[in-house]
């Protein structure tokens, strides 16, 4: 598929389904694109829909099957719109670093596919209210989904969320206790965690 060069051509793309509940269109909406008027299309579609649709259908649909409604904050950025944000410290970081994470459709390093979108669950915010139950969450992630990488917020408990062709499967935080929770070798990245997730609701897909 060809970038798009008009809107209908964009209507389109964004009726691209990527998994049973999530359409391409979910993911394009962007606040540094809206409001300093920079289109957010893929310059790559094709690459954007493989990674993208991956990302739904293994971590995004198990997420909203388990805990109901995902509230989407920022899914993907096109290099455009990405490099504005970094160049105009509005909490994006360079290209390179983004490529394969909120850039669909780029490539990292490697030359690896991924995909990034940043989530948050109304469920999560309805039943806790302690400021380190981020937690409680990553845990149950780590646990039961193929994830690449996540990172949490202090507003909403948002995250990002990401899948990748050979995922690190590393957790951090901004919010409290910041820093790095697990990453491969440590202590307590292996095994079963379910004391910090009881009474979460059971892995549905």
Not at 167 to 191: C, D, F, H
Request: proline fraction near 7%; hydrophobic fraction near 40%.
């Amino acid at each position: 598929m060809r970038k798009p060069n008009s809107m209908k051509g964009l209507e389109d793309l964004g009726r691209v389904r990527l998994s049973q509940n999530f359409f391409l269109r979910d993911f394009l909406h962007s606040e540094i694109a809206d409001f300093y008027r920079i289109p957010n299309i893929p310059e790559d579609p094709d690459l954007a829909i493989e990674t993208g649709k991956r990302l739904c259908e293994e971590l995004l649909e198990p997420l909203e099957a388990t805990f109901g409604r995902l509230h989407i904050r920022s899914g993907y950025r096109s290099p455009a719109v990405n490099r504005f944000g970094n160049e105009n410290k509005l909490n994006c970081s360079t290209n390179a670093a983004t490529s394969a994470h909120h850039i669909w459709d780029m490539r990292d390093f490697d030359g690896c596919m991924g995909a990034a979108v940043c989530i948050a669950v109304p469920w999560m915010i309805d039943h806790y209210h302690d400021e380190s139950d981020w937690q409680r969450l990553a845990w149950w992630i780590h646990d039961h989904l193929p994830y690449a990488s996540l990172c949490f917020f202090p507003k909403l408990w948002a995250f990002n969320i990401q899948w990748h062709e050979r995922p690190k499967r590393v957790i951090q935080s901004y919010v409290s206790p910041r820093g790095i929770l697990t990453k491969p070798g440590m202590a307590n990245w292996e095994g079963d965690h379910a004391a910090f997730y009881e009474g979460f609701p059971p892995l549905r897909n």
